[in-house]
């Protein structure tokens, strides 16, 4: 981080508690969303700048950022 677009998530507790990971942009739109635990993600198509990660577990959620540099 940054990247190109290509992320890989590493996530140390047990996947099948994510039950969703969403992506968003700076002005709140979502860019990317799946359904349980991914672990590449593929943004590249995406403009340069900062990106907000929320991965959603049965308990809380985790909220990270990652940067695309072009």
Do not use: W
């Amino acid at each position: 981080n940054p990247s190109n677009g290509k992320f890989a998530m590493t996530f140390t507790g047990d996947k099948s508690e994510v039950y969703s990971i969403e992506i968003f942009n700076t002005l709140g739109e979502k860019v990317y969303e799946s359904i349980g635990f991914q672990s590449i993600f593929d943004l590249s198509n995406k403009a340069s700048g900062a990106y907000f990660v929320q991965v959603h577990l049965s308990s809380k959620t985790i909220d990270r950022e990652i940067v695309i540099e072009k």
